[in-house]
């Protein structure tokens, strides 16, 4: 069970309260200071690609983030409805832009630049869907001995 | 915290340059504001624009887009795009994305406003 779970509507405005809940949860389960600011980035890219899908594809439905302390890390889960229609393809809407495939329903381009700076941040990150949508999962280890990319 | 925008025309070395002055976050709410102060300023006719991000404190994605937006409409004007940054947590976003090398990246405002291409 996540140790705080977040749900909201689809508005670009709710996504800086998703980052700020975001980097106190993962500050009390002992993420690096230094990191912090890497997990408030990724959680922000995430939550923002959620509601730019939902938008588009009018989605009523809240965009999901569960924050979870475990042992060793702690993890971040955002989900989105929008179904991925080819879920077969291992590339579909993976953290690699260029996969041929790929769900691309930003036409700026902007959420092939979310999912390129999400990879770069998080060295522990999976990108997986279905039918019931996308999830982005990544997490951070809660030790001090945190290696800095 | 909100975005907050300030412009103001500087006389340089190199010719006439508007520095837009942005403070606060960059993120998929705040970012189409400053999409529409740097559109309003290509089409108002400045073309040599100087954006002084000293002052934010979060920048994303859409931030980034809206940057490379704005990069591409002052560069069809034979313009210029440079950036005022020393914020480490800002210029990694530029350095993960490969964007370093797309934008001029200057330690001060004057700096960047006595630059030429």
Known sequence: ???????????????????????????????????????????????????????????????????????????IEVGDEVPVLDSSAPGARSASAAVPGAVDLDADGEDDMGLAVISGLVDDLRVTGGPGGGVILMSWPTTSAVVMP | MDLSLSTRNVTGPAGDRTVVEVGGEIDVYTAPKLREQLVELVNDGSYHLVVDMEGVDFLDSTGLGVLVGGLKRVRAHEGSLRLVCNQERILKIFRITGLTKVFPIHTTVDEAVAATD
Request: glycine share 4%; with cysteine; net charge neutral.
């Open chain 1, 1 to 75: 069970m996540a140790t705080v779970e977040l749900r909201f509507s689809a508005q670009p405005e709710h996504v800086r309260t998703a980052r700020l809940v975001a980097a106190a949860v993962a500050r009390r389960a002992g993420v690096d200071e230094a990191v912090l600011d890497e997990v408030r980035l990724a959680v922000g890219e995430a939550c923002s690609r959620a509601v730019g899908l939902h938008r588009t594809n009018n989605i009523a439905a809240p965009v999901r983030v569960a924050l979870t302390e475990e042992e060793k890390s702690f993890s």
